[in-house]
């Protein structure tokens, strides 16, 4: 019996790994995203933590990511030390399919976008309300 990467499951035929994707793509779990918290460090490209509930399983610590191409998730990750003392890190959470992996990405900058906007109409009505009870100055 052959096992896949770090000990994976049995490998399957070609046949039944087709079955096993259609099946997955019949039964594909509801993505719930929540945005923990929101950076605007432009010197960092740290923009959000979030964590997901896919299906009955949640995964937390999500980052979004932003560089030169945009927007994009980084999974959560763990990190250690090599032979050679170097650190390294491994995803803890990752999709097994493009197609998973693109949808969960999507669903996390999408509510991202939608927090990050919240926020700055949440701010800009805070500054406007601060305006019209702010004390009038007048020149004498």
Known sequence: MASGKKGGAA???????????????????????????????????????????????????LKVLENDKGLWV??????????NGEKKYEDVFHATTAAAKARLGQAVIEEYNNTLEQSQNSSEEQNNASEMTAPKMQKM
Request: hydrophobic share 30%; glycine share 4%; net charge negative.
């Open 11 to 61: 490998m399957a035929s070609p046949k039944e790994r087709i079955v096993e994707e259609e099946n997955r793509n019949l039964t594909e779990p509801e993505i719930k995203v929540r945005i923990h918290k929101l950076y605007n460090d432009e010197s960092s490209p740290l923009r959000a933590f979030a964590s997901a509930n896919i299906g009955d399983y949640a995964v937390h610590g």
């Open 74 to 83: 980084s999974m959560p990750q763990t990190s250690y030390k090599d032979e």
